[in-house]
């Protein structure tokens, strides 16, 4: 297991993605919640089993995999429902991630979480990367890949830790305003700083 764990996050539309798999082409170990999220629903498992029978059949596509939009739909309007998906899938996510963590065979692992801070999941790593970009910049990423409109955005990034607040709580920062080039020489200086850290644990 490495014992040694980063805890990789940034407001949506930050680059997180790149900078994870610029750390895996490095040979790192990646743990990303939004993976584990949707392995704990998948077919066949206990997840999905107690959202079906708590919703009904219907929040299910006909192959049997869960219908994500309808899902969506149901708990944003009722907050209760929210907080009991959350309740069932929390405990799930964590313990599947730290499950994979435990078997990282690289010096160190990184735990890729959009609301590292937001759950109090920074308390399962040693220390914090925030990759950093302007509000601006965020809407501007989210609209064109997402195709969704500035209002959506601006809520998705309402509902996360404020810019500030995650900077305030960030070990290191990645600035990602700049070309991939830059970013690669970015990860490469924090990849050396991480090698010595997970040394020293």
């Known amino acids: ?24 082409d490095l040979g790192i170990t990646l743990v990303d919640a939004d993976i584990v999220s949707r392995e704990v629903v998948a077919p066949g498992t206990i997840g999905l089993t107690r959202i079906a029978e708590h919703f009904g059949q219907s929040i299910l596509h006909e192959n049997g995999e869960l219908n994500r939009a309808a ?7 009722t907050p209760p429902e929210l907080e009991w998906l959350n309740n069932l899938l ?13 078997k990282a065979t690289s010096p160190y692992a990184i735990l890729v979480v959009p609301l590292l801070f937001e759950n109090g999941l920074d308390r399962l790593v040693n220390c914090t990367l925030v990759v950093d970009i302007s509000p601006e910049l965020q809407t501007q990423r ?27 709580k960030a070990d290191d920062v990645i600035d990602n305003h700049g070309t991939v080039s830059a970013l690669q020489s970015k990860v490469a200086l924090l990849h050396n700083k991480y090698l010595k850290l997970a040394d020293h644990t």
Do not use: Y
Not at 4 to 13: D, P
Not at 71 to 77: D, K
Not at 90 to 102: F, G, N, S, V
């Open 1 to 24: 297991m490495s014992n040694f764990i980063v805890g990789l996050t940034g407001g949506i539309g930050s680059g997180k993605t790149t900078v994870a798999n610029l750390f895996a």
């Open 71 to 77: 899902l969506r739909e149901r708990i944003f309007s």
């Open 90 to 102: 929390h405990p799930m996510i964590r313990q599947e991630m730290l499950a994979q963590l435990k």
């Open 142 to 168: 989210t609209m064109e890949r997402d195709s969704v409109s500035a209002k959506q955005v601006q809520n998705i990034i309402g509902s996360q830790a404020s810019r500030a607040e995650k900077l305030s």
